[in-house]
């Protein structure tokens, strides 16, 4: 591990604030809205404060609030998903709570599709049991950011700081205090635009940095998705869980153009059939529920019809449903389609599995609090154990939301009695060149994608997870190398982060000799109860 800066100090812009959060996807935005009350806070986002996994999530928030709902029927469908991983309780506190915070998200001005009484109009999708997801259409992450984002800009007591990466967590380390107690004060960041590094103190960090989906080379994710709140974390000593899960929407636009754009699992909710070329139906073979069937079991079920056919993807058929009624369902996805020459409506959608989400993550409790102090973190990044060993579809962003607020809740009663007046070394590049060879950052990063889609990804075996380990292995030392000479960039940080995920995904999925939801492997078929109904935990010292 190498968290120190390097060589002499050179002189770094200070930042102080009492909450730093890493991040602006929903959970990072809901946390600061609530806290900026009491509290100053700062935002960073490494591009655009838009641009995040929540402003691509199409599908919604599950929430029981239907009078023909239960709570307890939530929580099933939730665990029965997960696989036997999921932390019961911490399910039970994201049902029991989340309905509140749907309400929460209206007087904020989210504004969510109505039926025709006025009530909130609720989706189905795969697994689920009753009909239960709030939906803005088919563009729920980008109506739920923008509102967010509106509130963030008026609030006197918040910075967002745009084009601000995140290098490193500050702790002891940094100070040569060698303590298995760490504690962290904020993080170096590099100011992307202005090519300075800088450092912000806080007596609170939020780590909100969204998913890892890039460590793939085909994902449903925003460019920004390089797990870089994980590997930070992890570097720093905290705590990761599970990290072996990680979750292939079934059905991402299959088009040279399209870059994996995700066709929601509402459009199966909706009636939408999955096909072979020849319009063949074939997930009775998998699964009783069909269509329905939890995101593990069809992107299995896709993996092994398109190595059985020989082609390069299935299809999904929503033509046999009203024309009118699937536009004004789903009219994002009807005119992106449409931009790369099909209709929907007319002609079946051509799809293929992509990474998607990662159930596991920075290790946290009940209360976003991760093993280190004063470092929180939600949504994607953390793993509270709600999603075990694969997520129901549409509980991401109402995990988000849920544990966002129980953070805000404990940090602002412990809040008056923190201090953060350490006196941090700056961050320092002496002896470092600007960065010449290009080449090596794009050929890793292609190369560790790769490794990942090939030999980590929908069905697993010990062979190829070896092969990925010696190739990820050597790809971060050589990376490991090029970074400590080289003046930091956003590129070379992101390909130092996707790679350390990658080990982090390897070295878990290694770890589990079974099958379990979304970690398949052709060595272990069959699931363990007796010796793997336990979290796969990972710390770096």
Known sequence: MNNHPRGKYCMTEAIHTDIL??????????????????????????????????????????????????????????????AGLCNRDMVAIMVEEGPRHIKR?????????????DHLHLGKEGGHSRSRIVHAQDSTGREVENALLERVNSHPNITLLEHHFAIELLTEHHLGIKTNDITCYGAYVLDSMQRKPK???????????????????????PDIATGDGVAMAYRAGAETANMEFIQ??????????????????????????????NGQEFMHKY?????????????????????????????????????????????????????????????????????????????????????????????????????GANRLASNSLLEALVFAWRSFTDIRRQLPLLQNDTPFPDWDDSGTVNPEEWILVSHNKREAQEVMNDYVGIVRSDLRLQRAKRRIDFLKDET?????????????????NIIKVASLIIESAIKRRESRGLHYTTDYPQRDDKHFLIDTVLRSF
């Open 105 to 117: 998200l209206t007087e904020l001005g989210v504004q969510f599709t109505t039926s025709d009484h």
């Open 248 to 277: 292939f929407h079934p059905t991402s636009l299959f088009h040279p153009k399209a870059k994996s754009f995700l066709i929601s699992e509402a459009v199966r909710g909706f009636g939408g059939i999955l096909k072979l070329k």
């Open 480 to 496: 490991e190398a090029y970074y400590k000479k080289t003046k930091i960039t956003t590129q070379i940080l992101e390909l130092r």
């Open 21 to 82: 959060v890493i991040g602006s996807g929903i959970g990072g935005l809901y946390f600061a809205i609530h806290m900026a009350d009491h509290a100053t806070v700062t935002i960073i986002t490494k591009k655009e404060s838009s641009t995040s996994n929540t402003n691509w999530a199409q599908g919604g928030i599950a929430a029981t609030i239907d009078s023909g709902d239960k709570a307890e029927l939530h929580i099933e469908d939730t665990l029965n998903a997960g």
């Open 287 to 387: 699964d009783k529920r069909q269509n329905l069937a939890p995101r593990d079991i069809v992107a299995r079920a896709i993996d092994s019809e398109i190595k059985k056919s020989g082609d390069e993807c299935v299809f999904l058929d929503v033509t046999h449903i009203d024309a009118a009624k699937t536009r004004e369902h789903f009219p994002y996805i009807y005119e992106t389609c449409l931009q790369y020459g099909i209709d929907m409506t007319r002609e079946m959608i051509p799809v293929v599995p992509a990474a998607h989400y990662s159930c596991g993550g920075i290790r946290t409790d009940d209360m976003g609090r991760t093993t280190l102090n004063r470092l929180y973190a939600c949504g994607e990044t953390g793993c509270t154990g709600v999603h």
């Open 199 to 221: 450092k912000i103190l806080a007596k609170i960090t939020m780590l909100a940095s969204g998913g890892l989906g890039h460590v793939y080379k085909h994902t449903t994710n």
